[in-house]
């Protein structure tokens, strides 16, 4: 596996999950901004599959300038272009949009990668620069595709952390991360 600049901020996070109770949100967007941070873009968003409508919503977004913080966003497609938007990812995941506005005249570069459950989609992680002529490394490609595949692995031990208790002995949780397997006692 390659290694990215965000493996030691997303190891650190999952350290905090399994070490806490529970999870905040602050730990979330302590994550994504080391990790806009440490991949020097503008933003990184997480984006989920709306359940009542189609669309999405942008749940969690690090931002460089604050008035680019979409957080909240919704953002709603016909059943045409949601159906285009999921038959587009490609095999590795990455769903093709790479010029894009993020608001008024802003353009710039998106890097967007499907996180799936089963075989559905059912959120976006993504990557932007406000330069049309930023061309996407594969270091880069690498770490949101890491993001993509930790969130759902964080969302399970969350659930599992809310079941355990803490008083019942101690139970090993391992993760497959980077290519080798982190231990944690609980």
């Known amino acids: ?3 990215t600049r965000i493996d030691d901020a997303i190891t650190e996070y999952i350290q905090a999950l399994l070490t806490k109770e529970e999870m905040s949100e602050e730990d979330t967007q302590r994550l994504l901004d080391k990790s806009r941070e440490a991949l020097n873009v503008d933003s990184i968003y997480i984006s989920e599959m709306l359940t009542d409508r189609i669309g999405h919503v942008f749940t969690h977004v690090s931002a460089k300038i604050k008035q680019f913080d979409i957080t909240g966003h919704q953002i709603i497609l016909s059943r045409d272009e949601f159906n285009e938007m999921i038959s587009s990812f490609d095999e590795e995941g990455f769903l093709p ?3 894009d506005k993020l608001k ?5 570069r998106n890097l967007c990668y499907g996180i799936k459950r089963g075989q559905q989609y059912e959120a976006l992680v993504g990557l932007y620069v406000m330069d049309v002529n930023r061309v996407w490394t594969e270091e880069e490609k690498f770490a949101v595709k890491k993001l993509g595949r930790a969130f759902p692995v964080l969302s399970k031990v969350r659930d599992l952390q809310a079941r355990m208790s803490r008083g019942s002995g101690i139970r090993l949780f391992m993760i497959i991360f980077s290519g080798s397997m982190i231990s944690f006692a609980l």
């Open 104 to 108: 008024d005249d802003y353009s710039g």
């Open 97 to 99: 949009v790479e010029d």
């Open 1 to 3: 596996m390659i290694k």
